[in-house]
């Protein structure tokens, strides 16, 4: 890693990913640490998933998230870090009608700038089967969804 500036609203190499909808730039790359900022405009998510082998970690700067974090809801706005350990199932979603712009990081980097290379422009009407596959093969898990109540009655 070389010093210096990585520019507001330029990431890496110049790269921007358009990641289901949602916007991510690069920030900062090694093999231990992977850093990216995101903008998620209102209605997008990132379903419950969980990193098997990765800390995640989000500093929001602007708007309001829902976290669904180990089953249990949880809310994070401007100043907030929201830390996800390895194994802890995690949904990230902007249920607002405002863009939420964040910073998460990942320890190790492991194969999620890969990912993210995988995903990019399959749009926000993407094959959620592909994208489950896609990512377990970059060692994300994506899991179920949750029984509907209507299933239950």
């Given at each position: 890693?070389?010093?210096?500036?990585?520019?507001?609203?330029?990431?890496?190499?110049?790269?921007?990913?358009?990641?289901?909808?949602?916007?991510?730039?690069?920030?900062?790359?090694?093999?231990?640490?992977?850093?990216?900022?995101?903008?998620?405009?209102?209605?997008?998510?990132?379903?419950?998933?969980?990193?098997?082998?990765?800390?995640?970690?989000?500093?929001?700067?602007?708007?309001?998230?829902?976290?669904?974090?180990?089953?249990?809801?949880?809310?994070?706005?401007?100043?907030?870090?929201?830390?996800?350990?390895?194994?802890?199932?995690?949904?990230?979603?902007?249920?607002?009608?405002?863009?939420?712009?964040?910073?998460?990081?990942?320890?190790?980097?492991?194969?999620?700038?890969?990912?993210?290379?995988?995903?990019?422009?399959?749009?926000?009407?993407?094959?959620?089967?592909?994208?489950?596959?896609?990512?377990?093969a970059h060692a994300i898990d994506f899991l179920p969804p949750p029984?509907?109540?209507?299933?239950?009655?």
């Amino acid at each position: 890693m070389d010093a210096g500036v990585v520019g507001s609203g330029r990431g890496l190499e110049g790269i921007t990913w358009n990641i289901l909808g949602q916007t991510y730039v690069p920030k900062a790359r090694t093999e231990d640490c992977f850093s990216w900022h995101a903008t998620l405009p209102p209605g997008t998510f990132v379903p419950p998933h969980i990193h098997p082998d990765q800390d995640e970690y989000l500093y929001i700067l602007e708007g309001r998230f829902d976290f669904l974090l180990d089953g249990k809801e949880a809310v994070g706005e401007p100043g907030d870090l929201i830390t996800l350990p390895r194994g802890v199932p995690h949904g990230i979603f902007n249920k607002s009608d405002q863009t939420i712009k964040t910073l998460f990081w990942v320890t190790p980097t492991l194969r999620l700038y890969d990912l993210f290379w995988a995903l990019h422009n399959l749009g926000p009407g993407a094959d959620p089967a592909e994208v489950v596959s896609v990512s377990a093969a970059h060692a994300i898990d994506f899991l179920p969804p949750p029984p509907s109540e209507d299933a239950e009655g």
